[in-house]
């Protein structure tokens, strides 16, 4: 079993829709929960990081990591044509060297 | 500043060929690290290094060698190029390393490369 495991998609909503994005992980070490965004051809950028459990929003972004059942979530209100990228979801634990380990990404489209 | 830079953009190697990625940033990072991206395998660690002159492997280090001379520069060597060597190669940096705010993972624009 991969240490994260992440919905393969892809996934296609129409705009103004609520998409939610799901992880799972096995680790219990891991505290830190991160989302990546990654355009077309473009190196992936951090969008949100959580430590521990629960919520951060961010504008139309809402992270959510809840530790019991180790599951990551990702909630984008209001989607966008702009929000069309794979995301990736990634976790470490804390420490020196700690290293990322990502999920395999989503692609979501978000139709005009 | 410029952030991480690779280069080139697009490469086409025959099997046996070698060659280096190069990367490159300016923020004075410790921690930089290159990963693979295939389709349906996401971002898998190749190299990483904590410091100039310090390396280490990562998840899939098979066939590619590092090296950290400076700060700023961690070049990616193949010895050997493969089919299987077939990816988009990302360099990344941070400020040290792990999750947290200040260990914020900068990744460059990617190489893309095939091995025929």
């Known amino acids: 079993q991969k240490e994260v495991e992440q919905d393969p998609g892809p996934l296609s909503v129409p705009e103004g829709a609520i998409v939610s994005l799901n992880c799972t992980y096995s680790n219990s070490a891991f505290q830190y929960f991160m989302w990546y965004r990654q355009y077309s051809r473009k190196g992936p950028e951090l969008l949100m990081y959580t430590y521990s459990s629960g919520n951060k929003e961010d504008g139309r972004f809402t992270a959510q990591v809840d530790k019991s059942s180790k599951y990551i979530s990702l909630f984008i209100r209001d989607s966008q044509p702009s929000d069309s990228a794979t995301y990736l979801c990634?976790?470490?634990?804390?420490?020196?060297?700690?290293?990322?380990?990502f999920g395999k990404g989503i692609t979501l489209s978000v139709r005009p | 500043n410029a952030g991480v830079t690779q280069t080139p953009k697009f490469q086409v190697l025959k099997t046996g060929q070698s060659m280096t990625l190069q990367c490159a940033q300016d923020?004075?990072?410790?921690?930089m690290s290159w990963y693979r991206q295939d389709p349906g395998m996401g971002l898998r660690l190749i190299h990483y290094?904590?410091?100039?002159?310090?390396?280490d492997q990562g998840e899939v280090p098979n066939g590619y060698n590092v090296s950290r001379s400076t700060t700023e520069d961690f070049p990616l060597r193949l010895l050997s190029a493969a089919p299987s060597q077939t990816s988009v190669y990302f360099c990344?940096?941070?400020?040290?390393?792990?999750?947290?705010?200040?260990?914020?993972?900068?990744f460059g624009p990617g190489t893309r490369l095939t091995v025929l």
């Open positions: 923020m004075n990072h410790e921690y």
């Open positions: 290094s904590v410091g100039a002159g310090i390396t």
């Open positions: 990344a940096s941070s400020l040290t390393s792990g999750g947290a705010p200040l260990d914020t993972q900068y």
């Open positions: 990634a976790t470490a634990r804390t420490g020196a060297n700690s290293k990322l380990t």
